[in-house]
C-alpha cells in the first residue's frame, strides 16, 4: 500500500497538522487500520477507496478509535488525490458512512472543504472545564461530540495550559477553546486527550461548530481563522446555514509504501 504524509491548513513544511493518507483499491479491516494509524502515531490517519473518476469513500482513525470526521485528514486526502491521483479534477466528493457528503474543490492551491454545519446547544459551564481549563469560561456549548468553550481573548487562548487528565473527566471526546481574534476574525485551540490527542494543532471538524458561533455573533459571513497550536494553522471560512466552507492549503512531507 501506497502511503503518504501530509500538513494540511499550510503551505509550509513542519506547520499545520500532519494527517497520514493511504489509498486504497479496496477496504481492509478495521483492525488492520487501527493498527497503521496507531503505528503512524499521527493525530489522523485517512484511508479512502476511489468509487468513480470524482467520488471517494473515506475512513478516519486516530491511534486509538475510527471518528466520525476529521477536517484536516479530509484536506490531506484530497491534496493527494489532486496532486497525485487524479491532477486534471478540480472537484471531488468524499463519502462517510458516519458524515455524509463532503465536497472538496481546489483553485490554484487552496483547497475548499464543505461540510455540514454543526448546531450546537449552550449549557451551563462544568465546574470540571474551569478546573481543568484554569482560566474562566464565559460562555459554553454542546455540539454531539464536541464542547465549545469561549474564553476572554486570544492571550488567553495562546497562554492556555490545561490539565488533560481532568479533560478526560469530561462527557465530551472533544473540547474545543476560542476567542475573537486580535488580527483574524477568531482564534481556537482543540483538546481531545480523551481519544489519545493532547492537543491537535489544526482541527477542520472543529469549525463546523466555531463558523456558525462566529458567524452569528459578529454577523459576518466571511471569516478569517487561525488555530494557535505550536505548529499554527490558518482557515478561510464561510458560513452557508446547514453547511460550511473552510480553505486551506497543503503541502506533502512524506511518500512511502506500507509493508504489511
Not at 92 to 99: H, N, R
Not at 128 to 136: D, M, R, Y
Not at 157 to 171: A, D, M, R, S, V
Request: proline residues 4%; glycine residues 4%; neutral net charge.
Amino acid at each position: 500500500m501506497d502511503i503518504f504524509q501530509v500538513d494540511a491548513f499550510t503551505n509550509k513544511l513542519f506547520k499545520g497538522n500532519p494527517a497520514a493518507v493511504v489509498p486504497l483499491t479496496k477496504w481492509i479491516s478495521k483492525k488492520m487500520m487501527l493498527s497503521i494509524a496507531a503505528e503512524n502515531n499521527l493525530s489522523e490517519t485517512a484511508f479512502f477507496v476511489q468509487k468513480d473518476n470524482n467520488c471517494f469513500e473515506i475512513k478516519w482513525f486516530t491511534p486509538t478509535c475510527e471518528i466520525d470526521l476529521c477536517g484536516h485528514a479530509t484536506l490531506a486526502a484530497a491534496h493527494i488525490i489532486f496532486t497525485e491521483l487524479n491532477p486534471t479534477e478540480s472537484k471531488i466528493e468524499f463519502k462517510s458512512a458516519k458524515s455524509g457528503s463532503l465536497f472538496i474543490t481546489k483553485k490554484g492551491d487552496w483547497y475548499t472543504l464543505n461540510f455540514p454545519a454543526e448546531s450546537i446547544t449552550e449549557i451551563e459551564t462544568p465546574a470540571i472545564l474551569e478546573e481543568a481549563l484554569k482560566v474562566p469560561v464565559l460562555k459554553t456549548y454542546i455540539g454531539t461530540w464536541k464542547c465549545l468553550a469561549v474564553l476572554e481573548n486570544e492571550e488567553t487562548i495562546k497562554q492556555l495550559t490545561p490539565n488533560f487528565h481532568l479533560l478526560t473527566q469530561l462527557e465530551h471526546l472533544g473540547i474545543i477553546v476560542t476567542s475573537k481574534g486580535s488580527k483574524d476574525d477568531f482564534v481556537s485551540r482543540f483538546f481531545a486527550p480523551k481519544i489519545g490527542i493532547n492537543e491537535d494543532p489544526v482541527t477542520g471538524s472543529a469549525h463546523t461548530l466555531l463558523i456558525p458561533y462566529w458567524a452569528k455573533e459578529l454577523t459576518k459571513n466571511n471569516l478569517t481563522a487561525k488555530q494557535l497550536s505550536d505548529r499554527t494553522g490558518f482557515l478561510k471560512c464561510l458560513y452557508l446555514g446547514d453547511r460550511v466552507e473552510m480553505s486551506g492549503q497543503a503541502v506533502t512531507y512524506l511518500k512511502g509504501k506500507l509493508i504489511t
